[in-house]
């Protein structure tokens, strides 16, 4: 039986379907945090949905056979509106979001809900393997509608779902998939009756359109240094080529293949085992930054389902900073910050206790400063006595992560990136963002958001505040001992 989330796995990379379905022992016992966000994400997207049909009926069953059967008796029904309706024919099976019925045709339209501001190519896929799989069932699919947020919305009280959600027919689209997808569906039956592990190319697939949880097996026995480090940067067709030549390790690659200054520093670092350093470049750049110095990161939330008056859908939520200021090169390193404890707008104060902080002159350092200035440009719109101050800051920023971007400096265990999370270990190795509870911004994002929403007691969202200073701190402290120890070469 193939159902619709192994079909969308068999469209990303057929072994994912193979492991999937043969081997879920490979599984991860924990998902990622992105993963959990988008799922949580869309199921408070499809509550909101369900609220367009009044007279919806759900299925509400997690024994797949007692799901089949009220389903089959609520189409016998008619039923105006089902949730979750669930069929299979032969070979296929799927739970549909919605499917409503129409009486000019005497069947049923078919109702996609996604948690995206946009149509999506894999919703098409999506929505063409259900009509197939409805059809096999015997109903008849009349209009197929994809129900996804109106990133236009903006939250004014209780969420109106006829505002937040737009309703976009792409029944052509879907039509014009079909006989595809029904090929598609043929050649994932296939896979699954394959007795050894598929062998497959791997490209670009393993995040695209969503991370597959089983890349830490598939990628087990790759080099430290791959050329999927740098697949990104090599683009799919060099990528398939070094593949078909048999090179998976970055010292191998023929340099006609590097495009970019950059790659080829990269190359020679991992081919010869030694750092490259542009001592010159690295001291004109440091020459930049103007004392009193202003080490800043933000934290941001941003969900499909604003939680904020006068927030879009996505709009980011600034709740958090960590600042470190030094006056001078050898004074004393001081460190405020800011942290929201509820679901209030904190612009105002966030942006007053920041005014107290950083003065007049001096450089404000970033790592990425471009999300920073994004962050301080949405600030001084919401709240426009502080927009002056918002603008001063971003004309006195410098990005500290240029240095590594630009390739003055470049290590083999960058991996070919210039993250902080990739930086730092190897330029401070003592500071490690690996021990903390909350170490990556997601995390921190999405554990901001439950503090702040969900029911909990108070020691848990204590642990969750303490823990995300903890976090939003090193970020700061990180770019200060960086900064020192390029001072020093």
């Known amino acids: 039986m193939l159902t619709k989330s192994d079909y969308i796995k068999y469209l990303q990379c057929k072994k994912y379907l193979w492991l999937n379905k043969i081997r879920p022992e490979l599984l991860p016992e924990d998902i990622s945090d992105s993963l959990k966000k988008a799922f949580s994400a869309g199921f408070e997207v499809e509550k909101i949905a369900y609220q367009l049909y009044p007279n919806g009926v759900d299925v509400d ?83 197929i509608l994809l129900v996804h947020v109106n990133n236009q919305y903006v939250k004014d009280g209780n969420i ?7 309703e976009t027919d792409i029944s052509e689209s879907v039509k014009e998939k079909i006989e595809e997808t029904k090929i598609e569906v043929n050649n994932a039956l296939e ?41 990104g940067a090599l683009g799919k067709k060099k990528l398939e080529a070094l593949l078909d ?95 929201a404890k509820d679901s209030k707008d904190p612009t105002y104060e966030m942006a007053k206790s920041l005014q107290e902080h ?36 971003n004309k006195r920023m410098y990005d500290l992560m240029q240095i590594f971007k630009e390739g003055h400096y470049v290590h083999k265990e960058f991996h070919g990136s210039a993250s902080l999370k990739k930086v730092l270990p190897v330029i401070v190795p003592e500071l490690n963002h690996d021990e903390l509870d909350i170490s990556e911004g997601m995390t921190a994002s999405n554990n901001w958001g439950d503090m702040v929403t969900k029911d909990m007691s108070q020691e848990e969202k204590d642990k969750i505040y303490d ?11 990180a770019m200060v001992r960086i900064l020192e120890e390029l001072n020093k070469l």
């Open 358 to 393: 950083i003065g007049k002159d001096g450089t404000v350092i970033a790592w990425n400063m471009g999300f920073e200035q994004g962050c301080n440009t949405e600030m001084g719109e919401r709240e426009v006595e502080f927009k002056i101050f918002f603008e001063d800051i």
């Open 245 to 339: 030549e048999g090179i998976l390790e970055v010292k191998d690659i023929p340099l006609e293949y590097l495009s970019t200054e950059k790659l080829k520093k990269h190359h020679y670092t991992v081919e010869n085992n030694i750092a490259h350093i542009e001592k010159d470049n690295i001291k004109r750049e440091i020459e930049k930054i103007e004392y009193p110095v202003y080490y800043l990161d933000y934290e941001t939330f941003g969900p499909a389902i604003p939680i904020i008056d006068g927030y879009r859908p996505y709009q980011r939520v600034v709740f958090q900073y960590s600042l470190h200021v030094q006056e001078s090169p050898n004074s004393e390193l001081k460190h405020y910050y800011f942290l």
């Open 467 to 477: 823990d995300l200073l903890e976090y939003c701190e090193l970020d700061t402290l």
């Open 191 to 231: 896979v699954l009756k394959i007795k050894e592990e598929p062998e497959i190319q791997v490209l670009r697939q393993c995040k695209n359109p969503y991370e597959c949880p089983f890349i830490p097996y598939c990628w087990k026995n790759f080099p430290a240094h791959s050329i999927y480090s740098i697949g």
């Open 61 to 143: 069953e997690e024994d797949i056979h007692n799901a089949k059967v009220k389903t089959r008796n609520l189409i016998k029904k008619k039923t105006p509106v089902i949730f979750q309706a669930t069929v299979s024919g032969v070979k296929l099976f799927c739970r549909s979001d919605i499917i409503k019925y129409n009486e000019d045709i005497d069947g049923w339209d078919l109702i996609e809900v996604k948690s995206s501001t946009e149509v999506k190519n894999i919703y098409i896929d999506d929505l063409a393997f259900q009509k197939i799989c409805l059809e096999e069932a015997g109903l008849k699919v009349g209009r």
């Open 160 to 166: 109106n779902p006829h505002e937040f959600l737009v």
